[in-house]
């Protein structure tokens, strides 16, 4: 089986520092990789780098064996790729409707959105939040309204809904509540039962156990090892994450 990903010796330089300085891994449909990592190790860095926010300073990065390297965030997301933050994901001030479809239905107009077209999208929306076992209490309300795990599912809907091969998820979970966390934790194995892959940069050791079928360690900038959880436990991960001997 070819992997759906492959990072081939990314490094990014910022000024005199490198954030990352070598670092490689695939991942495989259906397959959640954990990025983990102290603070500063590198992890944002090497997302955005596969989601075209950062031009890598070295390396490669291909998606179904095409490269991926130097193409637009809009690109890589056309092309199957979605990430996911915490807060950035989504536009505050629309519903969970028009957040459905943000930067894909809306641009195609000159008058703006029209109402039938923002029904329309408002209706799609419930199907597919309601489809998620995700209830929200008032649809046309605009998302700076939702509480965080609902901003997070919606988020992941979108992934859902345009039928994303990969999902990117940065600390998806480290601002919300712990009923709020099972939801996003139970949408992390939907998606990969229906063969998402999953890039999962998470702090929360219980977390990174649960959803991770590979856990991969960086430690300033490289990859400090990779295990599966069965093959593991917290304190190796923690130690390797110190960036001592694997
Ligand atoms: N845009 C930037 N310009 C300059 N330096 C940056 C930039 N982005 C990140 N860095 C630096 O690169 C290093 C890695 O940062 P990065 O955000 O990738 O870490 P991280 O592993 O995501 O950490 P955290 O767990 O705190 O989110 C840090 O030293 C950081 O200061
Ligand atoms: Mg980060």
């Given at each position: 089986m070819t992997p759906l990903l492959k990072a081939r010796g990314l490094k990014k330089r910022f000024g005199g520092n490198e954030a990352v300085k070598d670092v490689s891994f695939d991942v495989n449909e259906g397959e959640c990789v954990v990025l983990a990592g102290d603070n500063g190790a590198g992890k944002s860095t090497v997302i955005k780098m596969i989601s075209g926010v950062y031009v890598p300073t070295a390396g490669e990065v291909f998606f179904n064996d095409q490269l991926l390297t130097g193409q637009s965030p809009n690109a890589v997301r056309q092309s199957g790729i979605e990430t996911i933050y915490?807060?950035?994901?989504?536009?505050?001030?629309?519903?969970p409707g028009l957040n459905l479809y943000l930067g894909r239905e809306?641009?195609?107009?000159i008058f703006g959105i029209s109402f039938v077209a923002r029904r329309a999208m408002r209706e799609r929306a419930q199907e597919v939040l309601e489809g998620l076992g995700i209830v929200i209490p008032?649809?046309?309300?605009?998302?700076?309204?939702?509480?965080g795990g609902q901003r997070q599912a919606i988020a992941i809907a979108r992934a859902i809904h345009w039928k994303a091969k990969l999902v990117i998820m940065d600390e998806?979970?480290?601002?919300?509540g712990v009923p709020e966390q099972r939801e996003v934790m139970a949408l992390i194995e939907r998606l990969k039962s229906q063969g998402v892959g999953i890039i999962l940069i998470s702090h929360n050791l219980p977390d990174i156990f649960a959803a991770g079928d590979r856990i991969i360690v960086l430690a300033r900038g490289v990859v400090a090892g990779e295990r599966k959880p069965s093959e593991t436990n917290d304190e190796e991960i923690v130690r390797m994450m110190m960036g001592a001997t694997l």
């Open positions: 915490q807060d950035l994901a989504l536009a505050d001030n629309l519903d809306a641009t195609r107009r008032d649809p046309s309300a605009p998302v700076r309204d939702l509480s998806p979970t480290a601002a919300l």
